[in-house]
């Protein structure tokens, strides 16, 4: 099994639907992450968890919410999706010293 | 103006060429130094890792980071096709573990 899960793969959703993106890890990592990938812009910081009662905004926030159900499982939601945050998601888990990301194979998700 | 800047190529490069990626950044405070690898369709993978300047080695691959100028280069010697990816810099000060990632660079090696 992959160290970091993250479900589903691909999804397209309609505007104004809410949709839930799920990440699991076996890491054992407390810091979990959820990036955004768009083309010419590189990865971008949505929201970061580094324990399950310590969830932060990232840079681009605004649209979307987390839930850091245990250590283990950190999903993210867009609670009325919209055209502009199609892209590909990733998940992504650290441990306490700066030795580098494992991520998730991403999510690719279409709203249409 | 972004916290790192790379050039997002495309770069094509025949098979044995050497590889050479930067990007220069702003933030003074940013002491661990990374570049990622990204297949297609797949997350990205930790490919070096360097704390602060200096240069550091692993097979085919060297990464250098010049603090002074805010810049870091990844060097692939021996250049294989199998090293086609999209190649990301990231960066993070020493209290703050969140990484800041360049665009990414896209190579193509060419058999």
């Known amino acids: 099994d992959a160290d970091v899960t993250q479900t589903p793969r691909n999804r397209i959703t309609k505007t104004g639907k809410r949709i839930m993106l799920e990440c699991s890890q076996t890491k054992g990592h407390d810091r979990m992450y959820w990036y955004r990938q768009d083309p010419g812009l590189g990865l971008r910081l949505i929201y970061y968890s580094f324990d399950v009662k310590d969830i932060n905004k990232g840079e681009i926030s605004d649209g979307y919410s987390v839930s850091r159900q245990a250590q283990a499982k950190f999903s993210l939601s867009l609670e009325s999706a919209i055209p502009n945050q199609t892209a590909l998601y990733f998940c992504a888990t650290s441990d306490p010293g700066m030795s580098g990301y494992t991520f998730g194979s991403g999510t690719r998700l279409t709203v249409v | ?111």
């Open chain 2, 1 to 111: 103006q972004k916290e790192v800047e790379q050039d997002p190529g495309p770069l094509s490069v025949p098979e044995g060429a050497i590889v050479s990626l930067n990007c220069t950044y702003s933030n003074s405070a940013f002491q661990y130094f990374m570049w990622y690898r990204q297949y297609s369709r797949k997350g990205p993978e930790l490919l070096m890792y360097t704390y602060s300047s200096g240069n550091k080695e692993d097979g085919r691959f060297t990464a250098q980071v010049d603090k002074s100028s805010k810049y870091i280069s990844l060097f692939i010697r021996d250049s294989q096709p199998s090293d086609s990816a999209t190649y990301l810099c990231a960066m993070s000060g020493s209290n703050d573990y969140k990484l800041s990632f360049g665009a990414g660079t896209t190579v193509t090696v060419r058999a």
